[in-house]
């Protein structure tokens, strides 16, 4: 083991020992090296002849590039775009995403968590947590209706087991219980457990009450004082997305500091909530278990995320980094966004005002939703797979089929007057088969 991977694990043994035991083998071998980029940091500091160091080009007291690419990117600082960005990300960056989540997340005033740290969007995020935290065999806890790449990030790559529970009771709210009983079911088995939680859930659509919420907090500490160590993501790619009653804000702040056997991470970016798909600039955040934790437990982990990124992709694009920062800094920010976001809430309300025409009755009946991109149908007489394919052939119309009931549907790029024809064509599809 390298001295600096030792190290770290040391400093997590003194200050909380269910942390370092919470780490996957690959976890406790990980480190942040002293080599090229602190050499580099310190020749930035002290160098002031010349610095010979970093392994870029420059011309006339700044980067070179080439001026037609600056000629499309003008309005930016070439300093601000073709450097490379430091591994943790650009620090301005990293404190205004930190100011923008407690602004929106009052559960995480007064909590401890780190600084975020910029990834390349959320799938990133997802990695790095399971080379840190997963090994063969551990259990990951997460509900029935997911995201498909979870099981390529922590199944395929790290071989977890995938432990599911049921999404919603048949009453159409969160199923509490089944998370429960699923948690304690892992727990006594392992003595371990990763939780993902991913509210506007992907791909129901929904998000939990403010009840539900603080029932599944609950759940989670009463199983790390049963003795469990727990690792909870929150998964908050659809963050803001909130268009009717339920939780406001992310658990993330809620499950910040709960227990010493809680070790809570946040995952969320600009990707989705600021509409910017294409840049993939996203943030993982670090929560220890128990208020005043030493530092030192987030200064290891961060260091070994850190470790993670210099050792895939060395560090994130620098420019959508600029180009988020100089949006969260505009003074038509926040303007821009509840524009989009009521266009969004219409599209989410049009969807469910549709689907309660009695006409689909006997067709489908459809998940709880109240948030996201997202909506599903669950089909009461044909297949999900052979109804997909029928409606792309036929009628031109795109759908995701999961399992062998569901249908996903993203009523996040349909306008909302088309929302109405959207599900005529698929009722008509489905009655062709039925």
């Known amino acids: 083991m390298n001295p600096l991977a030792a190290e770290l694990n040391e400093l997590l ?3 909380n020992p269910h942390v370092l035991a919470m780490l996957s083998d690959l976890g406790r071998n990980l480190f942040f090296p002293k080599g090229i980029l602190s050499q580099s940091a310190e020749a930035k500091e002290k160098a002031h002849k010349f610095n010979a160091t970093i392994g870029t080009a420059t011309e006339n007291g700044g980067p070179m590039f080439l001026q ?9 600082n070439p300093a601000d775009i073709y450097p490379y960005a430091p591994p943790a990300g650009k620090p301005q960056l990293r404190q205004l995403w930190r100011e923008k989540m407690l602004k929106e997340n009052p559960a995480q005033q007064d909590k401890h968590f780190g600084m975020p740290i910029v990834t390349n969007a959320l799938t990133h995020g997802l990695s790095i947590i399971a080379d840190l935290f997963v090994d063969e065999g551990d259990h990951l806890v997460l509900p029935d209706m997911m995201w498909g790449n979870y099981n390529l990030t922590f199944a395929t790559r790290r071989k977890a087991e995938m432990r599911k529970f049921n999404t919603f009771t048949e009453e159409g709210g969160f199923d509490v219980a089944s998370f429960k009983a699923c948690l304690k079911k892992t ?8 939780v993902i939680l991913n509210f506007p859930n992907n791909p129901s659509g929904y998000t939990p009450t403010v009840a539900e919420g603080d029932a599944l907090v609950e759940a989670i500490k009463e199983q790390a004082e049963a003795g469990c160590n727990i690792v909870v993501v929150t998964d908050d790619a659809y963050f803001g997305l909130f268009y009717e009653d339920s939780l406001q804000e992310s658990l993330f702040g809620k499950l910040a500091n709960i227990h010493p056997r809680v070790f809570s991470i946040k995952l969320d970016g600009a990707t989705k909530e600021e509409f910017v798909w294409g840049f993939r600039t996203g943030f993982i955040t670090f929560a220890d278990g128990a208020p005043g934790e030493s530092n030192a437990v987030l200064a290891a982990i961060e260091k070994k995320a850190l470790g993670i990124i210099r050792g895939t992709i060395s560090n994130c694009p620098h420019p959508s980094q600029t180009f988020v920062i100089e949006a969260l800094k505009s003074p ?3 303007a821009q966004k509840q524009q989009k976001f009521e266009v969004m809430k219409g599209r989410a309300l049009r969807t469910k005002e549709v689907l309660n ?3 689909f009755v006997d ?9 996201g991109y997202f909506m599903c149908l669950k089909l009461n007489r044909v297949d999900a797979e052979t109804l997909r394919i ?3 052939d036929k009628y031109g119309v795109g759908a995701i089929s999961i399992g062998k009931t569901d249908l ?3 009523f996040s790029c349909i306008a909302e007057e088309d929302i109405a024809e959207l599900f005529d064509l698929i009722y008509q599809a489905e009655c062709d088969l039925a």
């Open 13 to 15: 043994e003194k200050n």
């Open 390 to 392: 029928h409606l792309l």
């Open 357 to 359: 025409d009695a006409r």
């Open 332 to 334: 038509d920010f926040g």
């Open 187 to 194: 727990a006594d088995e392992k003595g371990k457990a990763v």
């Open 68 to 76: 037609c690419i600056q000629d499309k990117l003008s309005a930016f």
């Open 363 to 371: 067709s489908w009946s459809y998940y709880p939703f109240n948030s």
């Open 408 to 410: 996903r549907i993203a």
